[in-house]
């Protein structure tokens, strides 16, 4: 039973934390994805991905039994994203 | 059949109940509303109709309509024009431009009219900031106050939106986790048993409706989320990385008409020969037009036509405003096809399922009022099970408030403004507030019942008190309008024989949850 | 032929399916503890199961995404009056069911 212990990490886990992990990685998306003919694909496929995303999140890191190693998955998504964002802001990527 | 291991399905199931019940109430609220906004442009007009009924969106002869309301206000205001129909059949049409408020943030400006197309005429026309424009001049107020209910539960700013971010997503787990737990799903998709026969009615009634819904629930959720994510952060953070931050200049650079920028001025063409060649060129009619540009060179026209027969996306055309040149057709979202666009353009069909005319609207209305009842069920199921346990009566007596008695309070909320026509979120939550009182004294039961004929009673009453308030009573003149009294007289009927028919006991719902 | 006609004589064509699969359901049987209307073996119940989605072989070639949709959803919620109503013909079907008989009740 995923609830069995640790009943507030795994909630904190499924809850905030899989949330801004998708956010950024919908983000981080537009990064790589090419804008095609009408320069609206890197915008328009994440933000149309943002609930599928969720869901596999969501749904990996409730019934991955082994907290710690969901926790790796879902904070390296989020760290992966969140770096390729700043990144690309911030001028490193052009 | 899906096999899970015993653990998996046993967190699943505590999964789709834990959902339900932190989440199942407000999704409840959505999802009825949402239901009931499928039906937006029928609502709209049984409360607030035209003399006789509107043929088309854009009669002809509205060009010089527009064009008056252009040449009586500042010409800057023809910088970007929206004319669309509201939800009643009335044209509304928006010539703004931006400009800088004095605190230095861009605000935009410009005129609202409102156009009645039966006989060509503004019946209202104001100018000011156009956010507050359209809170003061619609002639849409019920269905106004319904959609904003079903898209941001009433809150304000962005909050409404995140709400029902979060409720789209908790509909989503709902519907995947009920898909994956359900271990006979194909093979109990008629398994119902008759009402007395057995204790497991109620919960065969729960899943034979979850499961052939489960499809359009999902979609719908997903649409759902899209929508008020996509609306409330996404689409704004997703444009600010794409963009490298500038995403005015970028935004209008992609999704504005490829017309070399030329601000000499130049007369707009005639709209009416243009609106003529839109209908010549696709045998259909206009319900939208965009005008960029008006009275500048670079002018452009562009229009949404409907759906053709088969589709699920309209067509778009862009006309020269100058030369009233035929530039070509445009897809929903940016000047080139692109699977982006496509994919952003099928959420607003697969979501609102106006596709098809009434047809699809039926369907996508017994779907809502599925995922409601599925919703619902599944709340009682769940407090039943848990009544003797402390804690949890007050849940379901939340339920009964939610499940009936919000119906019962929208319909009050109609039939007062009606009548008296005053400020809809008070006479709504004084509805609420009042529906509530009785849940002090009476057992949960008897309450659900008394919600129950009372939304009977209020449905019955509705057609009653629109006519009374001055409403059209002829079936010649407006057979949209009576059509809509005779479903709220047959759903009034409806649920008074469904509450006289042997009620699914406390005791039905305990066993058939804990089978 | 138009596309909404088509689209009509496609849900009627699954529901006359659907109507088959649910007058053969062994377990709906079983559970209201009666004979079956209509007995199927497993094979064809199967190939009605399949004749039942047969028109998205027309609609999904020709592209015809929105009849797709409306198909899909009126047969959906087609079969889920069918389950509803069913049970209300339970005496009906009491009288015209064969001589199978089920001796195990599913509790």
Same mark, same amino acid.
């Given at each position: ?19 801004? %992990? ?7 998306? %537009? ?9 609206? #694909? ?18 990996? %890191?409730?019934? #991955? ?12 998504? &989020?760290?992966?994203?969140?770096? &390729?964002?700043? &990144? ?7 | 059949?899906?096999?899970?291991? =015993?653990?998996? *399905? ?52 509205? @060009? ?17 024009? !929206?004319? !669309? ?6 044209? +509304? ?76 997503? *908790? ?11 359900? +271990? ?31 499809? !359009?629930?999902?979609?719908? *959720? ?73 009275? +500048? ?12 027969? @088969? ?68 709340? +009682?199921?769940?407090? *039943? ?11 379901? =007596?939340?339920?009964?408030?939610? @499940? ?112 | ?16 399916? /659907?109507?088959?699969?649910? /007058? ?26 399949? /004749? ?16 797709? /949709? ?38």
């Amino acid at each position: 039973m995923v609830f069995a212990n640790w009943r507030w990490p795994r909630i904190f886990l499924v809850g905030p934390l899989v949330f801004l %992990s998708t956010f950024l990685t919908v983000c981080g998306a %537009s990064v790589y994805l090419p804008a095609g003919p009408a320069r609206i #694909d890197n915008v328009a496929i994440p933000l149309v991905l943002f609930p599928a995303i969720w869901a596999l999140l969501f749904f990996y %890191s409730y019934l #991955d039994s082994r907290l710690i190693r969901a926790y790796t998955v879902v904070l390296l998504v &989020l760290g992966a994203n969140l770096a &390729l964002v700043l &990144l690309h802001i911030s001028g490193g990527s052009q | 059949m899906i096999r899970l291991q =015993k653990d998996t *399905a046993k967190d699943l199931i505590g999964l789709h109940g834990w959902m339900g019940v932190a989440l199942g109430l407000l999704l409840y609220v959505v999802i009825l509303t949402g239901t009931l906004a499928v039906f937006e442009q029928e609502l709209a007009t049984w409360a607030n109709p035209l003399p006789e009924p509107v043929p088309t969106a854009f009669p002809k002869g509205i @060009g010089p309509v527009l064009n008056d309301i252009y040449q009586r206000n500042d010409p800057a205001y023809g910088d970007e024009v !929206f004319v !669309f129909p509201a939800a009643d059949g009335r044209l +509304r049409a928006l010539f703004h431009t931006h400009i800088e408020s004095d605190e230095g943030h861009g605000v935009e400006k410009g005129v609202l009219a409102l156009i009645d197309p039966t006989t060509l005429t503004v019946v209202d026309e104001r100018e000011g900031e156009v956010e507050a424009l359209f809170h003061e001049s619609s002639s849409t107020v019920l269905t106004d106050f319904l959609v904003d209910l079903h898209v941001r539960l009433l809150l304000p700013g962005q909050w409404g939106l995140l709400l029902t971010g979060i409720l789209g997503f *908790a509909m989503l787990a709902a519907a995947v986790t009920g898909f994956v737990i359900h +271990r006979h799903l194909f093979k109990d998709m008629f398994t119902l048993r008759k009402r007395g026969d057995s204790v497991l009615t109620a919960r065969d009634a729960h899943v034979v409706a979850g499961t052939w819904n489960l499809p !359009f629930a999902f979609m719908l *959720a997903f649409t759902g989320a899209f929508f008020s994510f996509g609306g409330a952060i996404g689409l704004p953070a997703i444009a600010y990385v794409a963009f490298g931050g500038d995403v005015d200049t970028v935004t209008e650079e992609v999704l504005t008409p490829p017309i070399p920028t030329d601000e000499s001025p130049a007369p707009l063409y005639d709209l009416e020969a243009i609106f003529d060649d839109a209908r010549q060129r696709t045998g259909l009619e206009l319900t939208g037009l965009q005008i960029l540009h008006w009275g +500048r060179a670079d002018a452009s026209v562009q229009m949404s036509m409907q759906t053709a027969e @088969g589709k699920l996306l309209p067509d778009h055309l862009l006309y020269q405003g100058a030369t009233g040149e035929f530039l070509g057709v445009k897809p929903s979202l940016g000047q080139e096809p692109s699977l982006g666009g496509d994919l952003a353009g099928l959420m607003s069909p697969l979501h609102f399922g106006n596709f098809a005319g009434l047809l699809s609207k039926i369907v996508w209305f017994a779907f809502g009022f599925a995922s409601a009842y599925v919703t619902l069920s599944g709340l +009682r199921l769940w407090t *039943a099970r848990r009544r003797d346990a402390p804690g949890w009566a007050w849940l379901e =007596k939340l339920t009964g408030w939610v @499940g009936y008695g919000l119906p019962a309070g929208l319909a009050l909320t109609a039939a007062i403004f009606l009548t008296a026509g005053t400020e809809l979120s008070l006479v709504f939550f004084a509805a609420a507030g009042l529906l509530a009182l009785p849940a002090f004294w009476l057992e949960s039961d008897r309450y659900s019942s008394l919600n129950r004929y009372l939304l009977a009673v209020l449905l019955l009453l509705l057609p009653l008190v629109r006519w009374l308030s001055g409403g059209p009573l002829g079936w010649s003149t407006l057979p949209g309008v009576l059509a809509v009294d005779l479903v709220f007289l047959l759903a009034g009927c409806g649920c008074l024989l469904s509450i006289r028919r042997k009620p699914v006991t406390p005791e039905t719902l305990r066993l058939a949850e804990s089978v | 032929m138009s596309i909404q006609a088509f689209t009509l004589i496609a849900v009627a064509f699954s529901l006359v399916c /659907l109507l088959l699969l649910a /007058l053969s359901d062994p377990k709906r049987a079983r559970v209201s503890r009666r004979a079956q209307v209509m007995v199927l073996s497993a094979e064809t119940r199967k190939a009605l199961t399949i /004749l039942s989605i047969l028109p998205t072989l027309v609609f999904v070639p020709f592209g015809l995404y929105a009849p797709l /949709l409306l198909w899909l959803g009126s047969v959906l919620v087609s079969g889920w009056l069918l389950a509803l109503l069913l049970p209300l013909f339970a005496e009906v079907e009491k009288s015209m069911g064969t001589s199978r008989r089920f001796s195990k009740i599913q509790k």
